[in-house]
């Protein structure tokens, strides 16, 4: 009895060890093979660069008047957005309108509301002695007439600047986007992408910010929404490159214009500078014309985003600001802050997260808003 259960438990333990023996023997094998090829989407093109192919024109419905041709994207005005830059505004402003007599107290009130809305002190100060002079010559009083040229001398600091976005005929245009992270640069190249597209141009984008994948996918999605091609590089590969390849690819298939994005996020001022000088400088190699560098701006961070601009401005040549965020921002006075300190032309204003969201800055309308 002993002997055989004895006999059975050998048996077990020989079949168990022999079984371990087969699965190692076989896992073993396994082994060397399993450094296969990377599970990654092989890139094409001479530069690593994937160029995704994306519809450009979507053909007009032919004659079938129940189905409109698609719409171009609505946009907003001035004064549906600038809600909060007016209330911050004219909260003070509209305790002078009854006033019979502006006196040393309010003058200086007034230019603390123009400081408050982040007009800048400098430019806050001479607007306020340019309006007191006229007020004295005039012989105007009142809160009213001292707020009428407070606005008309608003209007004529921001007249007669030249706020087109320059495109070449004949030319591969391009566009350079850059900016702090989080200012709004991809979203921008998004919805100009849209707008170029409504108007006829033929965009194509390059994802020149490589610092992260998220940031390639995010204009990946942008292109489509808008209906442009956009080429795209290796996470943490040359940014030069990608925008080198995408006015190659620009030139090759008839695109007017290069839409590039770059990083915000660098070491230090140095090599912000050298990399930004880097990027310009291939962009502008055969065929590739830059006719805009484009800095792009949060108008929610007010003065502190002057300084971070002045850096852009000493390492490119700054053509206009894109200033973003106007919508949920009170600080919309930067506008005159950017214009006389910076001396750069607003181009383009921000007014929400929508693809129609982008308008070309108009002074007037701008100025108007504030002061309804
Ligand atoms: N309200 C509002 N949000 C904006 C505007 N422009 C950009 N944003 C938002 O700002 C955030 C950062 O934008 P992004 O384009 O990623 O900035 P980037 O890092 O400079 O590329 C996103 O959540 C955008 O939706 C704008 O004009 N208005
Ligand atoms: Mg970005």
């Excluded at 298939?253 to 310009?280: F, I, P, Q, S």
């Amino acid at each position: 009895m002993d002997s055989t259960l004895l006999l059975l438990v050998i048996v077990a333990v020989v079949v168990m060890v022999g079984l371990v023996g087969v699965w190692y023997a076989t896992s073993r094998r396994r082994l060397p093979q399993a450094p296969s090829e990377p599970e990654v989407e092989p890139v094409d093109t001479g530069g690593g660069v994937d160029v995704l192919e994306r519809p450009v024109e979507v053909a007009p419905p032919e004659v079938v008047p129940e189905v409109p041709a698609p719409e171009p994207a609505p946009r907003p005005t001035f004064f549906e957005r600038l809600g909060k830059a007016r209330n911050a505004f004219t909260g003070y402003l509209s305790g002078l309108v009854g006033l019979s007599k502006v006196g040393e107290d309010e003058w200086e009130e007034l230019e603390e509301a123009l400081i408050r809305a982040d007009v800048g002190v400098k430019t806050s100060m001479s607007l306020i002695e340019d309006v007191r002079t006229i007020a004295n010559e005039t012989g105007a009083e009142d809160g009213v007439a001292v707020l009428a040229l407070l606005k008309q001398r608003m209007h004529e600091e921001l007249k007669g600047k030249d706020r087109t976005l320059r495109l070449d005929d004949d030319a591969t245009n391009v566009w350079l986007f850059v900016g702090v992270n989080g200012v709004g640069k991809t979203t921008t190249i998004g919805k100009i992408g849209r707008r170029l597209v409504d108007e006829g141009h033929r965009p194509l984008m390059a994802a020149g910010d490589t610092f992260r994948a998220a940031a390639a996918e995010q204009l990946t999605m942008w292109a489509e929404r808008a209906g442009t091609e956009i080429v795209r590089g290796n996470e943490g590969g040359d940014p030069s490159s990608v925008i080198f390849d995408g006015v190659q690819a620009a030139a090759a298939r008839g695109r007017d214009v290069v839409l590039a994005d770059t990083a915000g996020r660098l070491h230090n001022k140095a090599n912000l500078m050298e990399e930004l000088a880097k990027v310009r400088r291939v962009a502008a190699k055969e065929p590739g014309t830059v006719t805009e560098v484009l800095l792009v701006l949060d108008a929610t961070t007010g003065q502190n985003g002057l300084s971070q601009a002045k850096v852009f401005t000493e390492a490119v040549e700054v053509t206009g600001v894109v200033l973003t965020k106007l919508d949920g921002s009170a600080k919309g006075g930067v506008v005159f802050a950017i214009e006389s300190e910076l001396g750069l032309p607003v181009k383009l204003v921000g007014l929400g997260e929508g693809v129609g969201d982008l308008v070309d800055f108009d002074p007037d309308a701008f100025v108007d808003a504030l002061f309804e």
